[in-house]
């Protein structure tokens, strides 16, 4: 057998040790680097205390439709840092809970039938069509004050398709230092479009 030569002998106890000391080194470098840091979502929802919806006994608004357009039919809160050009931004880690328009269509069936005590708003699923509003959801956010701002058109019509409604309202909230406030703001803004809504409701029935 041929003898292996000491510098050859010597490298290949050198990278075996070394490879050892790696194996035996692997947990304490696992342990020291500690846990994975924890991804965190905040997931936000909607809540508005509306004015009454003063119709008639036995008139019934139905929302039809709620829809949301581009940025503003997904999920993250979105944040307006220009306005001329528009430009916007997503905060990826705070998100509305659902889609602002499922949001915007929940509460306000909820808010307008606590206000009246009975029922004067239903989706579609639960109310024949004498009146059908459809709602389209253009823009709903804050902006660089962390003011809450909603752009809504909405179309009311009969269930002969004559229409009663048609026009944009648009509100505002107060500025907040905070995103939980800002949300609250954009609560209030959505408040106040509603709120004014339901006003040429009522004048139109």
Known sequence: ?????????????????????????????????GPAQRIVEHHYGMSLELAALPLPEGKVVTLDRVTGQGIFAGRPI????????????????KLWHSSPADLL?????KGWNASSGRMVAASAS????????????????FDMNGAGFINLR?????SDRKVLINGHYDATGPSAGDLNS?????????????????ADIAAAI
Request: aromatic share 2%.
């Open 1 to 33: 057998m041929t003898p292996v030569p000491p510098i050859a002998n010597n490298r290949r106890n050198f990278i075996i040790k070394a490879a050892a000391a790696t194996v035996m080194a692997s947990p304490l470098l696992v342990a020291c680097a």
């Open 78 to 93: 979105v944040e307006m840092i220009n306005d001329a050009p528009a430009q916007y931004v997503e905060t990826r880690s």
């Open 105 to 109: 269509r929940d509460a306000a069936i």
């Open 126 to 141: 639960t109310s024949r069509a004498e009146l059908k509003l459809d709602l389209d959801l253009i823009g709903i956010g």
């Open 154 to 158: 909405a179309t009311l019509s009969t």
């Open 182 to 198: 800002s949300v609250l703001s954009i609560e209030k803004a959505a408040e106040n479009a509603l709120n004014a809504l339901a």
